[in-house]
């Protein structure tokens, strides 16, 4: 059975860091692709970065490119997301779930489809604050 585990939340003042991990079980890890996604409160789930399989390329929503570093450690079977320079609108639930590849991207660009991911895992709260 495929299963995530998020931790690595919290509250942070803008301009921190944070970094996220996504614990997995039940399935090899770069067999498939890791999604983070995260929800703020009264918005639709949107995609944040996602790790292929096999080769481990990355992709990033625009809002997040140039803060956010997302990798993988196949030994640990942990994806990580680092955040940095964290804003107000970072805001949110974040989750990690799996599909069998990133797809539609273009260039570093995710565009992101949740409904194509599955094996949620329960999330893990961001808060960015003074």
């Known amino acids: 059975q495929v299963q995530f585990v998020e931790s690595g939340g919290g509250l942070v003042q803008p301009g921190g860091s944070l970094r996220l991990s996504c614990a997995a079980s039940?399935?090899?890890?770069?067999?498939?692709?890791i999604g983070w996604f995260r929800q703020a409160p009264g918005k639709e789930r949107e995609g944040v970065s996602c790790?292929?399989?096999?080769?481990?390329?990355?992709y990033y929503a625009d809002s997040v490119k140039g803060r956010f570093t997302i990798s993988r450690d196949n030994a640990k079977s942990t994806v990580y997301l680092q955040m940095n320079r964290l804003k107000p609108e970072d805001t949110a639930v974040y989750y990690c779930?799996?599909?069998?590849?990133?797809?539609?991207?273009?260039?570093?660009?995710?565009?992101?489809?949740?409904?194509?991911?599955?094996?949620w895992g329960q999330g893990t709260q961001v808060t960015v604050s003074s």
């Open positions: 790790i292929d399989k096999g080769d481990g390329k990355t």
């Open positions: 039940g399935f090899t890890l770069d067999y498939y692709a």
């Open positions: 779930a799996t599909d069998s590849g990133c797809a539609p991207t273009y260039g570093s660009t995710w565009y992101s489809r949740p409904t194509d991911f599955g094996s």
